[in-house]
């Protein structure tokens, strides 16, 4: 079971307290970090990438509204429930496209219903995503240039696509082709197929990788199968990745 990695963000003690209580009765919540005022928890939400935030909105310094309205900018963006003893605060909250909006102190229903609502947000997010991938007719085979002639590549045979100046280059086992098409292209071609962008120069077969090496920084190399090849694995791609791998 996948858990709902989560961040508190509150200046007072006893509400981070209380609501960290109040989620450790959901198995499926893990609180990751739990930070008295806003810059702290900015950092925190980098480092992290929680799925799922609780912020205080009258706080010292950077109240909850601006730093909610910061993390519109990022890419990762958690969903956020605002948690205050002021209601006043709803109208604003939601045009910083917050999920829910508790007030305290907290009611253990409440907080559930707001879990369930996440739940099924999310849910919904992905059986959209499967959905436009099914409705799609999968590419049966990938046209590529060989010597002035036509070949045709099974997806299943590519190991991995990478970005070389102006051209692409996709690796098979048996051979390396170089073809004008954008990486971002070739991405949307292989729709269907088990590949992962690791890299803003590279797409991976998630079937043909043997194993991962630990690189600088929290960045990996990937080892594939058959192959001496390693590709790398940025810091911005591998938490995809490695749920992807299960790991």
Request: proline fraction near 4%.
């Amino acid at each position: 079971m996948r858990k709902i990695r989560t961040v508190i963000i509150d200046d007072e003690l006893h509400s981070r307290d209380e609501l960290c209580h109040l989620l450790k009765q959901h198995e499926d919540v893990e609180v990751i970090a739990m930070c008295e005022e806003a810059q702290s928890g900015l950092m925190a939400i980098i480092n992290h990438e929680p799925d799922l935030l609780f912020l205080d909105i009258d706080m010292p310094q950077t109240n909850g509204l601006e730093l909610a309205k910061s993390l519109m900018k990022i890419k990762n963006k958690p969903k956020v429930v605002f948690a205050t003893a002021h209601a006043h605060y709803a109208a604003k909250a939601f045009r910083v496209e917050a999920m829910d909006y508790l007030l305290k102190p907290f009611d253990e229903d409440e907080l559930s219903e707001t879990l369930k609502r996440y739940r099924e947000q999310v849910l919904k997010q992905f059986q959209h995503k499967q959905s436009v991938v099914t409705s799609k007719e999968r590419l049966t085979r990938l046209a590529v240039d060989d010597e002035e002639r036509i070949r045709y590549l099974d997806p299943r045979s590519i190991l991995y696509l990478s970005k070389e100046e102006r051209e692409t280059v996709i690796r098979t086992r048996e051979q390396m082709y170089r073809v004008r098409t954008p990486l971002k292209e070739l991405k949307q071609k292989l729709e269907g197929y088990p590949f992962l962008q690791t890299h803003k120069s590279y797409i991976v077969n998630l079937a043909e990788i043997e194993g991962l090496v630990p690189w600088f920084n929290g960045a990996y190399q990937i080892k594939m199968k058959g192959i001496k090849d390693e590709v790398p694995a940025s810091r911005t791609y591998v938490k995809a990745l490695r749920e992807k791998l299960e790991l």
